[in-house]
């Protein structure tokens, strides 16, 4: 893929004038992807839809709206989903952060509650962050709630629904994360050697996903594994 025909795919998206929203743009995925679609200028409408605002004091970020939901009664919030052609999903904690059910409460009930008002609200393209290995019959629980509400989202039905497994992302989290940062030292040579394997760039997925937008969707369901992730992000990263 060349980068003038993701740029002509950009511009005839644009006249589209088709909004979004972002779920956990407070998260380093959803941060930096609030970031790309607000440079890119690719949606007329961005809203971030989350349990509180974002301190966003920047020229660039005057016209994102927010929208400030429980998610413990989400149901109660669904006019904050309503209205959006393009949803992003990067939810997501730690079990070591809210513990087992904690996790399987957000990754999974919120994630999946989300989804089903966004597909009431009118959303035709729902993007989901999972992860590498993702599999609803895994012993792994993390692995297995991921592809439990793969699964689960997929039978709401969207007219486009994409599933992107990133292996270990490479970024500077502020939050601390022991044992993400112990597998980034102990892939850092093989990802080295292997750079497709069992890492990504946080910026290379962001424009993975956004890429992946703007191209025609020819599947119901796509599923972007960490090596396509890497082939789609890296026209983008080109420009860096």
Not at 38 to 58: H, N, Q, W, Y
Not at 198 to 213: I, Q
Not at 215 to 239: C, F, M, Q, S, T
């Amino acid at each position: 893929m060349m980068e003038k025909d993701i740029e002509a795919l950009r511009e005839d998206y644009r006249k589209m004038n088709k909004s979004c929203f972002i779920l956990g743009a407070s998260g380093e995925t959803g941060k930096e992807l609030l970031k790309e679609i607000v440079a890119s200028k690719l949606f007329s409408r961005v809203t971030l839809i989350g349990r509180r605002r974002l301190p966003l004091e920047e020229e660039p970020y005057k016209e994102v709206a927010q929208e400030v939901v429980d998610f413990e009664k989400l149901e109660e919030f669904s006019a904050a989903f309503q209205g959006h052609d393009v949803g992003f999903c990067c939810l997501g904690t730690t079990k070591a952060k809210a513990g087992e059910a904690g996790f399987i409460r957000v990754d999974h009930d919120y994630v999946l509650k989300s989804a089903e008002l966004a597909k009431a609200g009118g959303c035709t393209h729902f993007n989901l962050e999972s992860s590498k290995g993702a599999d609803k019959s895994s012993s792994f629980l993390y692995l297995r709630v991921k592809g439990q509400v793969e699964a689960d989202v997929e039978e709401l039905g969207f007219e486009r629904y994409t599933i992107f497994r990133p292996a270990v992302l490479l970024c500077d989290r502020r939050e601390s994360r022991p044992t993400e940062w112990l597998a980034k030292k102990m892939l850092s040579p093989i990802s080295y050697m292997f750079p497709t394997a069992y890492s990504v760039p946080m910026a290379t997925l962001v424009r993975a996903m956004l890429h992946n937008a703007v191209l025609p969707g020819d599947k119901k369901v796509e599923l972007l594994e960490n090596k396509e992730i890497h082939a789609l992000g890296k026209v983008g990263e080109a420009k860096k």
